[in-house]
């Protein structure tokens, strides 16, 4: 087809693995819309890229519309979400800006669940006389894992942090946990503060440590998340207080949820399933008799525990060891960023 990018299903899925990468860039201020990225591509030349910007607006596909101007007729476009077919008063419809823009083919990542689109984005495509071809695609899923689970599990995509000792500690038998884990690996967990819409801590962290739980990364001052305590009892001016895990489900505009303990607050979580990666932060010392990582879960059987975590990445950052377990599930988004 001439004038589109890739033909084959091979290239179809490295531009849309690009577009998701490109999404990654989005990840959190999109919020709380999904963080969506496009590329259109004319003769394997990329012509316009884009992914949502802060508070939502514009779309990726508008973002890219815009730079490839008249080169996006005849090209592919990639995009790792279905495009919008809502008429908001924020904008127009990403399927009707690309109905004008007249490309040959549209290739899509994820159909969308939300009911104003479902469907209806690539309805609206194939009216205009556009191609239109749907890739599952794991690496727009990956990208998407917070909108995709809120959509599909009716709350946030939760990841658990853990910083242990070889022996699996969290802490001291007296508290003390400043610092397990050295410099590069807190700067890591930093980041992560920074990808998330909300951090959690238990309310025994929270009265032990005082932890400030904002991003303290030269330059991503301002990317502090939402800040949330787990307690029955506090009251705290200023931080929000959840009575239950289950309470997750009612935080709004909140799609990655980063929760960093402590022990009895991380098996509350997984006693309840709603932890859906574990981020375990390893550093090199043995603490010997100290606060193990993860209190009583309520496991039946060691067989109970089998199956269902499995590695997702490990990397070395100083000399702590970096390893993150994603819960095994049928088609269960991955949070790949
Ligand atoms: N190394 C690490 O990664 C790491 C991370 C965090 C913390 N820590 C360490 O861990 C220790 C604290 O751990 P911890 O297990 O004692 O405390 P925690 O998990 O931080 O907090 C326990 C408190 O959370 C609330 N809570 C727990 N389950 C609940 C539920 N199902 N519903 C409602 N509220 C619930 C209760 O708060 P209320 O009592 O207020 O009602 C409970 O007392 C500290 O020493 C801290 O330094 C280490």
Redesign the pocket.
């Known amino acids: 087809m001439h004038g589109a990018g890739g033909n084959t299903g091979a290239d179809d899925a490295r531009w849309l693995a690009a577009a998701a990468r490109l999404a990654a860039r989005g990840r959190p201020l999109s919020r709380p819309n999904p963080a969506v990225g496009c590329l259109i591509v004319r003769d394997g030349i990329v012509v316009g890229r884009g992914w949502t910007q802060p508070g939502g607006r514009p779309h990726a596909e508008a973002a890219a519309l815009a730079q490839a101007g008249d080169a996006a007729r005849g090209a592919t476009v990639y995009v790792t979400l279905e495009p919008c077919a809502h008429r908001a008063g924020r904008g127009p419809a990403c399927s009707d800006l690309l109905a004008e823009a007249q490309p040959a083919r549209v290739v899509i990542g994820q159909r969308d669940p939300d009911e104003r689109t479902r469907g209806r984005g690539m309805e609206r495509l194939s009216a205009a006389g556009i191609a239109v071809a749907t890739l599952g695609c794991p690496a727009s899923r990956a990208s998407l894992a917070g909108y995709l689970t809120r959509a599909e599990r009716g709350r946030p995509h939760v990841t658990l942090?853990?910083?242990?000792s070889l022996d699996g500690a969290?802490?001291t038998a007296g508290?003390e946990?400043r610092w397990?884990t050295g410099a590069a690996a807190r700067a890591h967990v930093h980041s992560r503060r920074a990808m998330a819409d909300a951090i959690l801590?238990?309310?025994?962290?929270?009265r032990?440590?005082a932890p400030g739980l904002d991003v303290r990364l030269p330059g991503l001052e301002a990317r502090s998340p939402r800040r949330l305590i787990?307690?029955?009892?506090?009251e705290a001016p200023g931080i929000e207080v959840l009575?239950?895990?289950q309470a997750i489900a009612g935080l709004d505009a909140v799609n990655y949820l980063y929760v960093?303990?402590?022990?009895?607050?991380?098996a509350?979580f997984l006693a309840a399933d709603l932890v859906d990666r574990i981020e375990l932060y390893r550093a090199p010392i043995v603490i010997g008799g100290g606060?193990g990582a993860i209190?009583d879960i309520g496991l039946a059987s060691l067989a109970a525990a089998h199956g269902r975590w499995h590695l997702a990445e490990r990397r070395q950052l100083g000399s702590d060891t970096f390893e993150a377990y994603r819960r095994q599930g049928q088609d269960q988004p991955q949070d790949g960023n």
């Open positions: 942090k853990l910083a242990t969290i802490a508290g946990s397990i801590v238990g309310g025994g962290t929270w032990a440590d787990l307690s029955r009892s506090i009575p239950a895990p960093e303990g402590g022990a009895q607050t991380a509350a606060a209190g």
